[in-house]
């Protein structure tokens, strides 16, 4: 059986590497003439940056079953000890996130009010339903202050995106499923520890933050010189043609168009790519994928010396609700998080401007970023003067929103999967944004095509 992987993300590369260690043909056809999509990490007078993700979470134990199949479990290093501490604004002022009961008790992130509004939480009967929003959820279980002063920056910081437009069930399906079982995140929460422990997974609250010594650019670096046999860079797909169960992939290299028929294929581009190759297959599903928004985000990385921060960071860094109406999102502290990652006596901070929470900003010039970002920072840390390093990465199209009716086109694309013999999805846009989340599906889709692929012998 021969099967073609369109996208040489992290999806698509972990895919094929993982069906080419199953005995099964694999292609893989990228766009761009280089892998990662992106992920992608750089060296610049010192400074190790990262274009996307900075990090991953250590939820499942597949992620160590690739990186031991790899070889490459020596390279993978945790976040430090003293990235501990997060930061949340209020009032114009940084606040550490309480990690515990007591110093949730302790707080002033969060009034006497929110905090007794949170006992109430396992007495709530009321469930979600498929079409909630993140923040009806969570103002219906946990309050209004909770949503302004957590969940809200927290949305923020992981998908660039606002609570009020996001389904709960596509984007953080866990607390779905805590209160459709245990009818309360608390009980839930305190219950499904056991069951978490039987399956060796762990919840993204307690899960470890890592990446590489070189970055997470090793992680591409190692399945592609596996696989790099296998994958065709500079291939733009042009078409996707399904008759009797077999595809024929036109795809074009420097202007000259190639076709070669498969018996099974993966979708793992965007849905923006996704959306016309999909039109053979399904015409209505593939307008559905158009609506889906990619808000725009800028990072702006900029490198200090110790001498010129008022605020010395010592923790992951901090985030910003959209009530304290701000011009960034927040500001992760790399080279606290993570080491070789600044100059000795310097600190590398990677701040984030845009997001669908102001995506007009995305618009600036790079001079006008910069200057919004030096502006926060010197009231926000107390930053002295200019950084010795800036450097501003723009992405158009970030990150997937999972909207209000997220959960119905996923059960679509699923119902798709089922009544159309070889085709999968394998994609940020489905179910997960994270790179350990398109890992893991990258090994469900791995072992489905291992199973259609037994009618072949």
Same mark, same amino acid.
């Given at each position: 059986?021969?099967?073609?992987?369109?996208?040489?993300?992290?999806?698509?590369?972990?895919t094929a590497y993982l069906l080419q260690q199953?005995?099964?043909?694999? %292609?893989?056809?990228?766009?761009?003439?280089?892998?990662?999509? #992106?992920?992608?990490?750089?060296? *610049?007078?010192?400074?190790?940056?990262?274009?996307? &993700? /900075? @990090?991953?979470?250590?939820?499942? !134990?597949?992620?160590?079953?690739?990186? +031991?199949?790899?070889?490459?479990?020596?390279?993978?290093?945790?976040?430090?000890?003293?990235?501990?501490?997060?930061? *949340?604004? %209020?009032?114009?002022?940084?606040?550490?996130?309480?990690?515990?009961?007591?110093?949730f008790i302790k707080t002033k992130l969060f009034?006497?009010?929110?905090?007794?509004?949170?006992?109430?939480? &396992?007495? *709530?009967?009321?469930? @979600? #339903?498929?079409?909630?929003?993140?923040?009806?959820?969570?103002?219906?279980?946990?309050?209004?202050?909770?949503?302004?002063?957590?969940?809200?920056?927290?949305?923020?910081?992981?998908?660039?995106?606002?609570?009020?437009?996001?389904?709960?069930?596509?984007?953080?399906?866990?607390?779905?499923?805590?209160?459709?079982?245990?009818?309360?995140?608390?009980?839930?929460?305190?219950?499904?520890?056991?069951?978490?422990?039987?399956?060796?997974?762990?919840?993204?609250? @307690?899960?470890?933050?890592?990446?590489?010594?070189?970055?997470?650019?090793?992680?591409? +670096?190692?399945?592609?010189?596996?696989?790099?046999?296998? $994958? $065709?860079?500079?291939?733009?797909?042009?078409?996707?043609? #399904?008759? +009797?169960?077999?595809?024929?992939?036109?795809?074009?290299? +420097?202007?000259?168009?190639?076709?070669?028929?498969?018996?099974?294929? $993966?979708? =793992?581009? &965007?849905?923006?790519? =996704?959306?016309?190759?999909?039109?053979?297959?399904?015409?209505?599903?593939?307008?559905?994928?158009?609506?889906?928004?990619?808000?725009?985000?800028?990072?702006?990385?900029?490198?200090? %010396?110790?001498?010129?921060?008022?605020?010395?960071?010592?923790?992951?860094?901090?985030?910003?609700?959209?009530?304290?109406?701000?011009?960034?999102?927040?500001?992760?502290?790399?080279?606290?998080?993570?080491?070789?990652?600044? !100059?000795?006596?310097?600190?590398?901070?990677?701040?984030?401007?845009?997001?669908?929470?102001? &995506?007009?900003?995305?618009?600036?010039?790079?001079?006008?970023?910069?200057?919004?970002?030096?502006?926060?920072?010197?009231?926000?840390?107390?930053?002295?003067?200019?950084?010795?390093?800036?450097?501003?990465?723009?992405?158009?199209?970030?990150?997937?929103?999972?909207?209000?009716?997220?959960?119905?086109?996923?059960?679509?694309?699923?119902?798709?999967?089922?009544?159309?013999?070889?085709?999968?999805?394998?994609?940020?846009?489905?179910?997960?944004?994270? $790179?350990?989340?398109?890992?893991? /599906?990258?090994?469900?889709?791995?072992?489905?095509?291992?199973?259609?692929?037994?009618?072949?012998?």
């Amino acid at each position: 059986m021969k099967t073609a992987i369109i996208g040489g993300g992290i999806s698509g590369l972990t895919t094929a590497y993982l069906l080419q260690q199953k005995g099964i043909q694999v %292609k893989l056809f990228e766009k761009n003439i280089f892998p990662g999509g #992106n992920i992608r990490t750089e060296k *610049i007078n010192g400074y190790l940056i990262e274009h996307g &993700p /900075n @990090s991953t979470l250590e939820t499942t !134990p597949l992620i160590n079953t690739l990186l +031991d199949s790899l070889g490459i479990m020596d390279r993978k290093i945790y976040a430090s000890e003293s990235a501990k501490k997060r930061y *949340i604004l %209020k009032n114009g002022k940084l606040f550490p996130l309480p990690m515990s009961p007591i110093a949730f008790i302790k707080t002033k992130l969060f009034s006497i009010s929110a905090k007794l509004r949170l006992l109430k939480e &396992p007495f *709530i009967k009321s469930k @979600s #339903n498929e079409l909630e929003t993140i923040a009806e959820f969570t103002e219906r279980r946990l309050g209004k202050e909770f949503l302004d002063y957590a969940i809200n920056p927290f949305v923020a910081g992981v998908f660039a995106g606002d609570p009020a437009n996001l389904n709960v069930k596509a984007a953080f399906p866990k607390l779905y499923e805590l209160e459709q079982k245990y009818g309360s995140l608390i009980k839930g929460q305190l219950k499904s520890r056991k069951e978490r422990k039987q399956r060796n997974e762990e919840s993204k609250q @307690s899960a470890k933050t890592f990446t590489f010594i070189g970055g997470l650019t090793e992680l591409v +670096d190692a399945i592609y010189l596996e696989i790099k046999g296998n $994958v $065709v860079l500079g291939a733009e797909v042009n078409n996707i043609s #399904n008759n +009797d169960n077999k595809y024929r992939i036109t795809y074009s290299i +420097d202007g000259i168009v190639n076709s070669e028929i498969f018996d099974s294929i $993966v979708l =793992a581009a &965007p849905a923006k790519c =996704a959306i016309s190759l999909l039109e053979q297959i399904s015409d209505s599903l593939s307008k559905e994928l158009s609506a889906l928004y990619y808000p725009p985000v800028a990072v702006v990385l900029t490198g200090f %010396k110790k001498e010129a921060l008022g605020f010395i960071p010592d923790g992951f860094g901090f985030l910003i609700p959209g009530v304290e109406k701000r011009k960034i999102l927040g500001s992760l502290w790399t080279s606290v998080i993570f080491p070789f990652r600044a !100059p000795e006596g310097s600190y590398l901070l990677t701040n984030f401007i845009g997001g669908s929470r102001q &995506p007009e900003i995305f618009n600036k010039s790079d001079t006008e970023l910069g200057e919004i970002v030096l502006s926060e920072l010197k009231e926000l840390m107390g930053v002295k003067g200019s950084p010795e390093f800036i450097k501003i990465i723009r992405w158009s199209e970030a990150i997937p929103q999972y909207s209000k009716y997220h959960a119905i086109l996923t059960d679509k694309l699923e119902k798709l999967q089922e009544e159309t013999s070889g085709l999968y999805i394998c994609s940020n846009y489905y179910k997960g944004i994270s $790179v350990c989340d398109c890992i893991k /599906n990258a090994f469900a889709t791995a072992e489905k095509i291992e199973d259609y692929s037994k009618k072949f012998l």
